[in-house]
């Protein structure tokens, strides 16, 4: 039995050898060890799935989405993927399994045998399109052109809609230069002689920033119109980001005028164009604090955005950037270095208890829909597991979306957010309380609990 065991286990390595010396994310790639999303992958229970979430004003038609998503896929190749396991390593491949879009109001579990292995799925209810994706794979910059392709195609078929496909990728064009890179193969030069920012990351803590098991994380989610947001932007020298961290760190100052550190809004910062590599789907994403301490509380908000903007344009300098790129190299090379998954997983296990202050903020820009935003009732992209709170922002046409995303069921900070829209006379529309899950993905066998 020892015997047969073994000789089984060398045919299962084998195989894997096989299949990861001969695909990719692409079908003439091969050996493609993901490195980018790596911290993703060794979560104890698993990573819980991403999801990009377009609501239209009229019910989905499914076949229309299934016949747009068999075009889509054309263009990308990388999405009908799945991951192989050998050593502790993950090597993206081909997935032979077709991705196809399902009816149903359970999100997927990415990875498992009943959803065919995808690292990206597609699901859908009444008016909506869930597109669930693993942030192994890519993060919310990688993910968005997928979403507008397979939206130019649905709306085509739907609403035989003659839009411009202008900055939308088309099935028959060919991936950008760079689109498959792995950002972090090596070291990037930079001016090491350069002083660079240093904002300290000891920030306040709002009383739920907690590390505790929690079954259902809850958001809200929120509306407001484009034209008044962007007329106080361009009042106020402020962008969509820096306007959004002042007003929901004012409103914080509110909910707790005994603060005695500085509330930072930790900003993800796409370092793409620093990396020169602009079109890589992966992840290529980094936290970058935004302070807002009591000299802030004397300051207009022109004085506020303006110094907020100095702060992140000094957080986005090409050679910071390249420096905080090299700074991952270390960590994903000695994971290189451990022998199996096990070694791999108690080697990242601090994720599992990280805490950063005070919350977070992610802003994709603009969903590039053009005439079909028409059609679009609401847009946005969330995840459960996280501690504490986030903001993500994205913009579809006259719209700016929001999801407060939460581990705690309190309205108090959507509440402060919306107080304040109301004293810079910003419309908006909020929603009640959504209880939401996510699920975590199934891309190892792990034992039970």
Not at 347 to 355: A, P
Request: with cysteine.
């Amino acid at each position: 039995m020892k015997r047969l065991k073994k000789f089984y286990s060398i045919l299962v390595r084998n195989n894997k050898k096989m299949i990861i010396n001969s695909s990719g994310s692409t079908p003439n790639a091969k050996k493609e060890k993901i490195r980018s999303g790596q911290s993703y992958l060794y979560q104890k229970n698993g990573m819980e799935s991403e999801v990009f979430e377009v609501t239209f004003y009229k019910n989905i038609n499914g076949g229309m989405l299934n016949q747009a998503l068999s075009v889509t896929l054309k263009r990308y190749p990388y999405i009908n993927t799945k991951v192989v396991e050998l050593d502790g390593d993950f090597y993206i491949v081909q997935n032979e399994i077709a991705l196809t879009a399902k009816k149903t109001k359970v999100l997927p579990q990415l990875g498992h045998i009943n959803w065919g292995y995808h690292l990206v799925d597609i699901t859908y209810f009444d008016r909506t399109i869930y597109i669930s994706w693993h942030h192994a794979l890519c993060d919310g910059k990688g993910i968005k052109p997928f979403v507008e392709t397979l939206i130019y195609y649905y709306c085509q078929l739907k609403y035989r809609s003659k839009a411009s496909a202008k900055e939308i990728r088309l099935a028959e064009e060919p991936l950008l230069l760079g689109e498959t890179t792995e950002p972090n193969l090596g070291s990037y030069s930079y001016d090491e002689n350069k002083e660079f920012i240093n904002i300290s990351r000891d920030a306040y803590a709002i009383s739920e920033n907690v590390i505790e098991e929690h079954e259902t994380d809850y958001r809200y989610d929120l509306q407001v119109s484009a034209s008044s947001f962007m007329k106080i932007c361009k009042e106020n020298h402020a962008t969509p980001v820096i306007l959004t961290s002042l007003l929901v760190s004012k409103g914080i100052t509110e909910l707790y005028p005994d603060f005695d550190k500085p509330i930072n809004a930790n900003i993800a910062v796409d370092i793409r164009e620093a990396l020169d590599l602009p079109n890589t789907f992966k992840n290529c994403v980094r936290s970058m604090p935004l302070p807002f301490d009591r000299t802030f509380l004397s300051m207009t908000l022109k004085e506020q955005a303006e110094k907020q903007r100095m702060i992140l344009n000094n957080h986005r300098d090409k050679d910071n950037l390249r420096r905080i790129a090299n700074l991952s190299l270390g960590m994903y090379d000695k994971l290189d270095s451990l022998p199996d998954y096990k070694s791999k997983q108690g080697m990242m296990d601090f994720f599992n208890g990280m805490l950063i202050n005070t919350y977070f903020i992610s802003y994709l820009g603009q969903l590039i829909v053009n005439e079909n935003a028409k059609y679009i009732d609401t847009v946005g992209f969330y995840n459960s597991g996280a501690a504490g709170l986030g903001v993500n922002i994205l913009a579809c046409g006259d719209k700016f979306c929001f999801n407060f995303k939460q581990s705690f069921e309190s309205d108090k900070y959507v509440k402060a957010f919306c107080n304040e829209l109301s004293k810079l006379g910003i419309e908006y529309k909020v929603s009640e309380v959504i209880p939401f899950l996510t699920p975590k993905d199934s891309l190892i066998k792990r034992k039970e609990k």
